[in-house]
């Protein structure tokens, strides 16, 4: 089956920890993203990787990394410097120079107690 | 800045009749439009598109009509039924970038 595997599902953190979440895609796709939805809010990016070893910030990357060392992974750091971490986390891929659609995971609920 | 809202966080249809669902935005070198449904805890799932170049685009139920020169799109669902209640949101593209709204959580009562 062709998708993005998205995991942990739900994720609780101390503060102070770092956390990885992972996003796995075999859809052979260049581009894969990573956004945050807050409560009643829109979808806001956080980094992005148009090619393995290349990223870029997106408008929310403070307190996040990430890496793109292979085409289908692109796990994403939540570290201790990110102030607000609790939040729905979405992972997406694509082709975006054909019609810009994007292909989500199920996303990870991160937690910090 | 905003570059894509959507200024109604939620609405209330009966199930039958027509949902319309708007969106604005100020750039105008979007090229590509998209709608995405989102059920909770789940990621988006991609509904339809309309490239800028087109003012309307049909998909069974629903369709997408983009007015340019007013910077505006709108989704219509006819007929609505309860499954499509869901939050909707509309994205722009800009090279490889998407750029998404607020969302906004459609009912359909039965």
């Known amino acids: 089956d062709g998708g993005i595997t998205q995991s942990p599902k739900y994720l609780f953190r101390k503060e102070g920890q770092n956390v990885t979440l992972s996003c796995e895609q075999n859809?052979?796709?260049?581009?894969m993203y990573w956004y945050r939805q807050d409560p009643g809010q829109g979808l806001r990016l956080i980094y992005y990787?148009?090619?393995?070893?290349?990223?870029q910030k997106g408008d929310i990357a403070e307190g996040y990394s990430v890496s793109r060392e292979k085409k289908e992974s692109f796990p994403l750091t939540v570290t201790s410097a990110q102030k607000n971490p609790t939040a729905f986390y979405l992972c997406?891929?694509?082709?975006?120079?054909?019609?810009?659609?994007?292909?989500f995971g199920e996303g990870s609920r991160l937690t910090v107690l | 800045d905003q570059q894509v809202k959507q200024n109604s966080p939620s609405l209330s249809v009966q199930e039958g009749r027509i949902s319309i669902l708007n969106c604005d935005y100020t750039?105008?070198?979007?090229?590509?439009f998209l709608w995405y449904k989102k059920y909770p805890a789940e990621g988006p799932t991609f509904l339809i598109s309309?490239?800028?170049?087109?003012d309307k685009n049909e998909d069974g139920r629903f369709t997408v009509f983009l007015n340019k020169s007013a910077k505006h799109l709108s989704l219509h669902i006819v007929p609505s039924q309860p499954g499509d209640s869901a939050v909707y949101f509309c994205a722009a593209r800009l090279g490889n970038m998407l750029t998404f709204g607020g969302g906004t959580r459609l009912m359909v009562k039965p």
């Open positions: 997406a891929s694509g082709d975006t120079w054909n019609t810009g659609e994007l292909f």
């Open positions: 990787s148009q090619i393995v070893n290349d990223f």
């Open positions: 859809l052979n796709h260049d581009a």
């Open positions: 309309i490239s800028s170049i087109k």
């Open positions: 750039n105008s070198m979007f090229d590509y």
